[in-house]
């Protein structure tokens, strides 16, 4: 599997930003923005609200089982009780709800809409989540498209698609990897990436840890 999938094209990034700048520019010399008004935005996605804070609740999934069972019961409550930044309750938390992976059930989500996505977990979402193709083809054909991602699911495995909108925003719980009996929870988040957390990959076998 490649994680190039998921990297954004740098003509594209290059071109995105100058338009930013461009706009940013005008909005602070019109004065519907203050010059900080951005930064404070960007820090608050850097800092707080993202994938970090997801990985962090899916390895506290892996190693409680009675944690991961109130996560996919009452999710915005089971997340209260770690102490991840704050933001977690505010910008669509209290909407996200946590599905997991297990043996026969792989679960993919989408927003058909429009980008819908638990930003306090997972923070904004990659520009291909919101491609009107993937949209479409995610609830047409979620296994060609998952084949596509470098994830093929055995004909015996259920696929479900979760649709996210403004009232429910989901993320998986991947299925922890084999070979990491000896990790710290630390560690355990580590491996958990973004995409694992949207379905559209699955979180690697560890290398076995040298005793
Ligand atoms: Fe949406």
Redesign the pocket.
Known sequence: MSSDLFKYNEEREAASAAKVRALEALLIEKGVLGSDSVDAVLQYFELTAGPFNGARVVARAWVDPAFKERLIADTPKAIAELELPQGMAGAEGEHMVAVANEPGVHNLII?T????YPWPVLGLPPYWYKDPVFRARGVREPRAVLREFGVPIADETEVKVWD??AQIRWFVVPERPANTEGFTEEELASLVTPESMMGVALVPAAAAKAA
């Open positions: 927003c809409l429009c980008s819908c996210s909108s």
